[in-house]
């Protein structure tokens, strides 16, 4: 069958490079028009930081009564990503130069490092005297290589291990020593609890799930902070922004399958002796409709193929955001498969003429 589809392109190639044209244009229309618009998108949903857009942020006082426990309670809850706790600050400076500039460092408390991009052996080091510093809480700690020691006011002191790259939603933290605190049964005082939500949609019921099971003495003393507001901007912009894709998308879609299918029904009809004698030499209808719809299927792909890449060399050359592969991928076969079902009625118009009444015609 497919060595047939082949030699059949072969034997029409005015056809073949008509339907070949017709799928690249429209490959290549999707993606310089609805296409660029998903790459915009790609582009500005990218700048706001996914994990910002779903962040919960529990300041508490310390007549709150905030503690470590509640990090056990949040692991009961359902669409919670990450959870981290932070004691309030307390001052440090560099050992080495007494008087020097302090910075703020704080204990924390989670079951997974990974958001801070602590290595696991920071989280059992010792009884909690491992701290990691941001690279602004170095260069203010004068800190040359990121090791050495920072004791506080009262002459606890830290070791330094490393840096820590502090992610968008944490910032506020800036400058900060980290000092990850082993597991205990003994509750620590809390001063910020932050959570993470799975998606954006679901900060709002993640907030209020997380305030209810914060068991604070003076409710007064605690503020939440979420990025609800941020998180309805990001849907709002996939919304408005996806709409006019899919919109436009279809209609390029229509088209395309409108003028691909004129295209094969006229191939039907000048190819109709030929047709006939498939037929009389013992082809079934099956396998006429198969050997169009193959035929038609390798003409789509080749014509997807080029006008992906024509469209993505173009976009390249202007400067233009460009879509990601998956959208890239599901436009080409989205183009394929709309070629395929256009050519069906084609396809069955030619698996259902007589043999003899073909064979006739001078």
Same mark, same amino acid.
């Given at each position: ?58 300041? %508490? ?18 669409? =919670?990503? /990450? ?27 989670? %079951?997974? /490092?990974?958001?801070?991009? $602590? ?72 001063? =910020? ?39 309805? $901007? ?17 209609? =390029? $879609? ?24 498939? #037929? ?24 997807? =193929? ?45 698996? #259902? ?10």
């Amino acid at each position: 069958m497919l060595r047939e589809a082949i030699v059949s392109a072969v034997a029409a190639p005015v056809a073949s490079i008509l339907t070949i044209v017709m799928i690249a244009g429209m490959c290549a229309a999707v993606l310089l028009t609805s296409g660029r618009t998903v790459g915009a998108q790609e582009a500005v949903v990218g700048s706001i930081d996914s994990a910002g857009t779903r962040s919960i942020i529990i300041r %508490a006082d310390p007549a709150a009564g905030l503690d470590t426990t509640v990090l056990d309670r949040i692991g009961n809850l359902d669409g =919670i990503d /990450w959870a981290g706790a932070f004691s309030l600050a307390t001052d440090v400076q560099n050992t080495a130069f007494p008087g020097g500039t302090r910075v703020p460092l704080r204990h924390a408390y989670s %079951a997974d /490092w990974d958001e801070l991009g $602590l290595p696991e052996t920071g989280t059992t080091a010792g009884a909690g005297d491992i701290a990691y510093a941001s690279t602004t809480a170095a260069e203010q700690l004068g800190l040359n290589e990121p090791v050495g020691q920072v004791a506080t006011t009262t002459g606890a002191g830290y070791a330094v291990a490393g840096l820590i790259e502090v992610p968008d939603h944490l910032a506020f933290l800036e400058p900060v020593l980290i000092a990850p605190q082993p597991d205990t049964t003994h509750p620590e005082p809390v001063g =910020i609890l932050v959570v993470i939500a799975e998606r954006p949609d679901l900060v709002a019921p993640v907030a209020a799930a997380v305030t209810s099971v914060l068991a604070v003495e003076d409710p007064t003393k605690v503020t939440v902070q979420t990025s609800e507001s941020l998180a309805t $901007l990001r849907a709002l912009i996939e919304g408005q922004l996806g709409g006019y894709g899919h919109a436009l998308t279809l209609g =390029i $879609l229509a088209l395309t399958a409108i003028l691909v299918g004129a295209i094969l029904y006229g191939i039907v009809m000048l190819r109709r002796k030929d047709f006939g004698r498939r #037929r009389a030499l013992g082809a079934s209808r099956a396998l006429i409709v198969g050997l169009l719809l193959t035929q038609t299927a390798l003409l789509a792909a080749a014509g997807a =193929i080029i006008g992906s890449t024509i469209a993505h060399v173009t976009l390249a050359i202007t400067g233009d955001p460009q879509p990601g592969w998956e959208y890239t991928l599901g436009v080409a076969t989205l183009a394929t498969a709309v070629a395929v079902a256009a050519a069906l009625i084609p396809a069955l118009a030619a698996a #259902r003429r007589e043999p003899i009444r073909e064979l006739r015609v001078p």
